[in-house]
């Protein structure tokens, strides 16, 4: 005997429609995205800080290969000038 047949109550009035299913689901999907979302965002601030590191990096390495290239120009017009 179920509440329907106990005076036209309906069984979905006092259970999750299927509707209710699709809101709940379409939430936990969303809910998902979210974090993935935020995860490939947490992925992409790390990367940057690590591209901006190497930056640094390679604008100190060619600063040292100017040093260096200004040293060997001086160098190489020295040992002309002993000729």
Known sequence: ??????????DNAWGA????ADIVTAAIKKDKLIKEITAAQEDLRALLTRVKSVQTDVDKLASGNETLQMYIDNL??????RR
């Open 1 to 10: 005997m179920s509440l329907s047949s106990l005076g036209g109550f309906d």
């Open 17 to 20: 429609s299927n509707e209710d």
């Open 76 to 81: 190489t017009m020295q040992m002309a000038k």
